[in-house]
């Protein structure tokens, strides 16, 4: 069984600054990896999937990066409306199981 | 406007049953996966269960499996989630997402309901 975990869990940043979230897995797993954005009371958003693609809808100032077990979602220059929890997730294709990890929470310094 | 609004959630007792059902629109529903996930209150998101294109294959997390039964209809575009011998530990908003396979080793829920809430307590 693959076991996400996510760093820090929490990251407090100043509007206008970079934020760097990890997310690793248990065992080298696929580039399957997705990241969501949640705000309080919101469902979940994607932002990123396939570890580097940009959802519709996703601002440039959003990356996904990684390989192996070690995946990372960049925040070039945070934005007001950025702060909220972030969730990555990965796709096992057998047997089919989605895992999340347990989220980092990004709020204001 | 692509949209799922899910429904049937409230209390109930240890033990009991709920249904609930995803009402899906703006988007051609049969070809598409479809999946439940659950986030109890304050905690963070687990995946539940999916279900393939036509219903012939479905998946479940091990801590639902023989309790819950997923199933779709989609002459009317309807996910559903049958919850039987609920627990307290069950107690969650489901989200109803559409799963999607951007390309092989992208797989996401890129659309999500508003989620019902599901309270299990005696």
């Known amino acids: 069984e693959i076991v996400m975990t996510q760093s820090p869990a929490t990251l407090s940043v100043s509007p206008g600054e970079r934020a760097t979230l990890s997310c690793r897995a248990s065992q080298s797993i696929s580039s399957n990896l997705a990241w969501y954005q949640q705000k309080p009371g919101q469902a979940p958003r994607l932002l990123i999937y396939g570890t580097f693609t940009r959802a519709a809808g996703t601002p440039a100032r959003f990356s996904g990066s990684g390989s192996g077990t070690e995946f990372t979602l960049t925040i070039s220059s945070l934005q007001s409306e950025d702060f909220a929890v972030y969730y990555c997730?990965?796709?096992?294709?057998?047997?089919?199981?989605?895992?999340f990890g347990p989220g980092t929470k990004v709020d204001i310094k | 406007e692509v949209q799922l609004l899910e429904s049937g959630g409230g209390l109930v007792q240890p033990g009991g049953s709920l249904r609930l059902s995803c009402a899906a629109s703006?988007?051609?529903?049969?070809?598409?996966?479809m999946t439940w996930v659950r986030q109890a209150p304050g905690q963070g998101l687990d995946w539940v269960s999916s279900?393939?294109?036509?219903?012939?294959?479905?998946y479940y997390a091990d801590s639902v499996k023989g309790r819950f039964t997923i199933s779709r209809d989609n002459s009317k575009n309807t996910l559903y989630l049958q919850m039987n011998n609920l627990r307290i530990e069950d107690t969650a908003t489901y989200y109803c997402?559409?799963?999607?396979?951007?390309?092989?080793?992208?797989?996401?829920?890129?659309?999500w309901g508003q989620g019902t809430m599901v309270t299990v307590s005696s």
């Open positions: 279900i393939s294109t036509s219903g012939d294959d479905t």
């Open positions: 703006g988007f051609t529903f049969h070809i598409y996966a």
């Open positions: 997730q990965h796709y096992n294709n057998w047997p089919p199981i989605f895992t």
């Open positions: 997402t559409k799963w999607s396979r951007f390309s092989v080793g992208s797989d996401a829920f890129d659309i």
